[in-house]
């Protein structure tokens, strides 16, 4: 695991195994999700991999009426609006996700620190085949 | 600020002009500039000749995909006959055409050209609504768009995020659209140049003429609130909440400032000007500002020596109404969390002491992103000229105008403050 690269495509990888993974610098301690092969804290370039719980709270959310064509073949539209929304992790650092669990077309009771839990959506098959990080209360 | 910046030389601003922003079917990216060009050349009071233009600084963002072609830069130098002199395409998104109007600034100033064309032109409107906003999502961080935010989407969460910390409502966005439009009213340019209350009329006669029921709207904001006039697009931005899609283009002449006086007699100095970038959503330490218009706001202000309190009149990048009222705070024009109650107050009316787009902004003049940098700087170019017409706000002694232009979600943002003396 040490080995791979401190990259998107790692951590798309480590993402379709169920797991959100970030990066630790070793020289100042700095923990981002996703991963960053440089740290912008103090711009060591040695990092190791860290496994979050994948606990958190909302930080910032919306109901998207008109989305892009991958969620609309999802069965989302107008009338059925999906959540996406910003994750502030029980680790410090923060993530975009999609909300599940949460009703699209009640904003007003999706309220701003409910605390979610990590979910991956595993979507298309083979070549297409991604895995999308969601949260849920 | 680590070190003072500073221009080689002074830059002036001596011709500015826009082609109409909307939806044509009819025009295209050479055409929508032709306009831009032929109106700036008319706004230079002493003439000018085409001839003379040492370079061309071009703003383009999503050309590539709604038209499959994206070498604009010398395709517009040969519209307007400018090879084989030398034309350079810029990218920020929907900021491109304000780092045009940078990079033209720059050549002058270093000394290297004496007489630069900037602008930028875009071409959106023959494209679905769907693969406009995948288009647009090319300027979004991809953590983001797999996450299935939208343009909107992003603004939507930036909007719940400045409402829990700071206690504003939808109603508080709801401001910001109905001025915007009251100024658009009085802009002929404006791509929806009519009012919510117009809006409203229209609708009301319609019911009538067609034997429906009467929508009963008592005011704006009963008619913003109802969902079949105003839907959700990715909550809380609704349909008012967020600019048009737009075809156009825009450009302005700059000269080095000692030429300027041949031009007009009335040049506009460039004063201030700054750029910065700023992170996804996911990695900023503030989800209500942005840390590149503070960068940028930070930088002219520093090469003016100017405050944000000397900036009578501002252009902002109103791409969705919350970005508005976090750009006033970011510019240090309203203190942090205080914006949507200085737009509650009037205070960025037209008649108010700050006018912020009186053009009708971003929402009501339209969003041809490539061409919308230069395009700010024409509005204050008339304001400040006091050659806005009905428009024109009633500021005694109006010198000094700013345009704020944003990239993306925030990724790349300008200010460039503009003087008469």
């Not at chain 2, 809006?199 to 006669?205: A, D, G, L, S």
């Not at chain 2, 009633?394 to 700013?402: E, V």
Request: hydrophobic share 35%; proline share 5%; charged share 25%.
């Amino acid at each position: 695991m040490e080995e791979k690269h401190f990259s998107d495509i790692s951590y798309e990888q480590f993402l379709n195994e169920e797991k959100l993974m970030g990066s630790r610098c070793k020289q100042c301690g700095t923990f981002y999700v996703p991963p960053r092969p440089i740290c912008i804290k103090c711009y060591a370039s040695e990092m190791e991999w860290v496994q979050t719980k994948g606990k958190g709270k909302l930080a910032a959310f919306t109901c998207i009426a008109v989305g892009p064509p991958f969620m609309m073949e999802e069965g989302y539209d107008r009338t059925r609006p999906y959540v996406s929304g910003v994750v502030e992790l029980e680790e410090g650092a923060r993530v975009v996700a999609r909300i599940e669990g949460v009703d699209g077309s009640k904003p007003e009771t999706i309220k701003i620190g409910t605390p979610l839990r990590v979910e991956f959506l595993h979507r298309g098959e083979g070549e297409d085949s991604a895995t999308f990080l969601a949260f849920r209360p | 600020m680590q070190k003072r910046r500073k221009l080689g030389r002074g830059v002036a601003v001596v011709g500015a002009g826009m082609s109409r922003f909307g939806m044509f079917k009819d025009k295209d990216s050479k055409y929508l500039f032709a306009e831009a060009f032929n109106e700036m050349r008319s706004a230079v009071d002493k003439g000018m000749d085409p001839g003379d233009i040492d370079a061309l600084y071009l703003g383009n963002f999503t050309n590539d995909f709604f038209v499959r072609q994206g070498h604009w830069g010398p395709i517009i130098a040969d519209l307007i006959g400018l090879t084989p002199k030398p034309a350079t395409r810029t990218e920020g998104a929907c900021a491109s055409s304000a780092l045009a109007l940078r990079e033209a600034v720059f050549a002058i100033a270093s000394g290297f050209y004496d007489i630069v064309l900037a602008g930028g032109v875009e071409e959106m409107s023959k494209r679905t609504t769907e693969e406009v906003t995948q288009g647009l999502a090319m300027a979004a961080i991809p953590y983001e768009v797999n996450a299935g935010f939208t343009f909107p989407g992003v603004f939507g969460a930036t909007a719940t995020a400045y409402f829990a910390r700071y206690g504003a409502n939808r109603e508080h966005l709801m401001n910001v659209t109905i001025k915007s439009h009251n100024n658009a009213r009085l802009n002929p340019k404006a791509q929806f140049n009519v009012s919510v209350r117009d809006i409203m009329n229209k609708r009301i006669e319609r019911a009538k003429k067609k034997g429906e029921p009467i929508p009963d709207w008592r005011d704006e904001k009963e008619f913003l609130r109802d969902p079949k006039a105003n839907p959700v697009v990715a909550w809380p931005m609704h349909l008012y909440d967020c600019c048009p899609i737009s075809d156009g283009a825009s450009c302005v002449l700059l000269v080095a400032e000692e030429m300027a006086r041949n031009f007009t007699d009335s040049p506009l100095y460039v004063a201030g000007i700054g750029q910065g970038s700023g992170k996804g959503l996911h990695a900023k330490e503030d989800l209500t500002c942005f840390e590149a218009t503070r960068y940028a706001a930070q930088e002219a202000y520093d090469l003016s020596g100017l405050k944000p309190e000397d900036v009578q009149i501002a252009e902002v990048h109103d791409c969705f109404s919350i970005a508005e009222i976090i750009h006033l705070e970011d510019l240090g024009f309203f203190p942090q969390g205080e914006g949507y109650k200085a737009v509650e107050e009037g205070l960025t009316r037209l008649d108010g002491p700050k006018p912020i787009n009186t053009s009708g902004g971003l929402k009501c003049k339209g969003h041809p992103v490539g061409a919308t940098g230069t395009g700010q700087v024409i509005e204050i170019w008339k304001q400040l000229r006091g050659e806005a017409g009905e428009r024109q706000v009633p500021i005694k002694d109006l010198r000094i105008g700013a345009t704020h232009n944003l990239g993306g979600t925030g990724g790349t943002c300008t200010f460039t403050i503009l003087e008469r003396r």
